[in-house]
């Protein structure tokens, strides 16, 4: 079973569509990141959220955490073919020293 | 460029062959983290140093993973007698541990591993 939850699997738009995917869990996590990672290349660190409720704004991109800290969301506006990638979420539990993935969303935005 | 290094990027061997991967984390971070990624899955974790302690090992680890960090710095990630199933990215990361652990890594481009 796996501990984070993402969805959907895959997801592909056209330009300038919106769109959410979902990373959810059973767990309470003490913090939580999403990742972009493209073809290759190693995972890149968008954004760590750390309070229940938070929601914080990367030029077109919202995160939010959920009051519980078990599950999180990444919303796009006017999604763009340079958001084309793999989203990953990462949580760590409690004071654990290592961070947990999801296997991620494979987003495709189509010109 | 002060990023997390990683070498080779790309190794081909022959089952049954040794490999072995560097990574050079970003200069003042003292953890630095080994992952396994493969193809439609998100990175698996493998092991984690702070400084030269390894603090913890995934108990998936086979026996025949190896990894150290002697000085503190650089790592190296062995794998002996590899199999086909060892065929992934192997990711390395690196970050600054504070007071509280936010778990944001700094990635490298990986090693990319194929066993033939």
């Known amino acids: 079973t796996q501990l984070l939850e993402q969805s959907p699997q895959f997801l592909s738009i056209q330009e300038g569509e919106n769109l959410t995917v979902y990373c959810n869990s059973s767990s309470v996590f003490s913090s939580l990141q999403w990742y972009r990672q493209e073809p290759g290349e190693g995972p890149v660190l968008l954004v760590t959220v750390v309070t229940g409720g938070e929601v914080k704004k990367l030029k077109r991109l919202t995160f939010q955490f959920g009051d519980a800290r078990k599950d999180s969301s990444l919303h796009i506006t006017a999604a763009q073919p340079g958001d084309t990638g793999l989203y990953l979420c990462a949580g760590v539990i409690g004071n654990a020293g290592k961070s947990t993935f999801g296997d991620g969303t494979t987003l495709t935005v189509k010109p | 460029d002060t990023g997390v290094s990683q070498n080779p990027r790309h190794k081909i061997t022959k089952r049954g062959q040794n490999v072995t991967f560097r990574c050079d984390p970003i200069?003042?971070?003292?953890?630095l983290y080994w992952y396994r990624q493969t193809l439609g899955q998100g990175p698996e974790f493998l092991t984690y140093?702070?400084?030269?302690?390894?603090?913890?090992k995934s108990r998936l680890l086979s026996d025949r993973f190896s990894a150290e960090r002697p000085k503190g710095s650089f790592s190296t990630l062995e794998i002996q007698r590899t199999e086909q199933g060892d065929s992934a990215m192997y990711l390395c990361a690196s970050t600054r541990e504070g007071r509280r652990n936010t778990g944001e890594l700094f990635f490298g481009e990986g090693s990319r591993l194929t066993v033939l």
């Open positions: 200069s003042e971070h003292n953890r």
């Open positions: 140093f702070q400084n030269e302690a390894q603090l913890e």
